[in-house]
């Protein structure tokens, strides 16, 4: 499964100038064998995972307000690459590494089973249209996976502001026997639905969308 397309974009002179002089530090190679994690960002300390972090405004805040943990970033697009180094320079983040990679490789042979805290999924491309549904990122099989990589009381966050990606988020995450629904219970106006954690900055998507009038949904599951 591949779950993204990869589009050009021009690079800015702060991103140019943030992969030649961050990146050999702080961008991975893709290895098809378990990196020493806890050797890789000289700590034992637990670990989150996040999936296509986009331009990284978001994981850098989130990264700044948790020092107390390790993040690891996916993103295949030069450009955010280069604009999350750029505010792992200007803010310090040496807690945070990046790896240009599709997701579900790295997730196959750099993640061990148990191994992660947490894993965020914010505003994947939601494929729209009927026929490229197969490309959503958030299916079965993967959601497996997930959830194999986390430690018991770990948790997967997804965020979608498509209203049928997020239906078929709740029923995915739902049907995976390793993961229980936070919200499982509380009586909201969604049911099954999270508010969004105050740790969970608005994205600048998400707030062109809220602009629009677009709905948001929040989905926290736990591993049992």
Not at 128 to 138: E, F, M, N, Q
Not at 141 to 160: D, N, Q, S
Not at 178 to 183: E, G, K, P, S, T
Request: proline share 8%.
């Amino acid at each position: 499964m591949r779950s993204y397309v990869l589009r050009g974009g021009r690079l800015g002179p702060g991103q140019q100038r943030a992969l030649a002089a961050l990146g050999p530090r702080y961008v991975l190679p893709w290895t098809a064998e378990l990196p020493q994690w806890d050797r890789v960002f000289g700590r034992v300390a637990p670990r989150i995972l996040e999936i296509g972090f986009g331009m990284g405004d978001a994981t850098a805040a989130v990264a700044q307000s948790m020092p107390t943990h390790d993040f690891i970033g996916v993103e295949v697009h030069e450009a955010g690459v280069g604009a999350l180094l750029r505010l792992i320079g200007e803010r310090e983040l040496t807690h945070v590494r990046i790896l240009r990679h599709d997701a579900v490789e790295v997730l196959r042979t750099m993640i061990a089973p148990g191994s992660l805290a947490g894993i965020h999924v914010w505003f994947p491309d939601p494929w729209p249209k009927k026929r490229h549904h197969k490309r959503r990122l958030i299916q079965g099989p993967f959601v497996a996976e997930l959830a194999a990589r986390l430690v018991p009381g770990g948790y997967l966050h997804c965020a979608t502001d498509w209203q049928p990606y997020a239906e078929q988020m709740l029923e995915v995450l739902g049907s995976e026997p390793l993961l229980h629904n936070r919200a499982a219970g509380a009586e909201s106006a969604a049911p099954g639905y999270s508010p969004r954690p105050p740790w969970r900055p608005l994205t600048r998507f998400e707030q062109r969308g809220l602009k629009l009038g677009h709905g948001v949904w929040d989905l926290v599951f736990e591993r049992r």
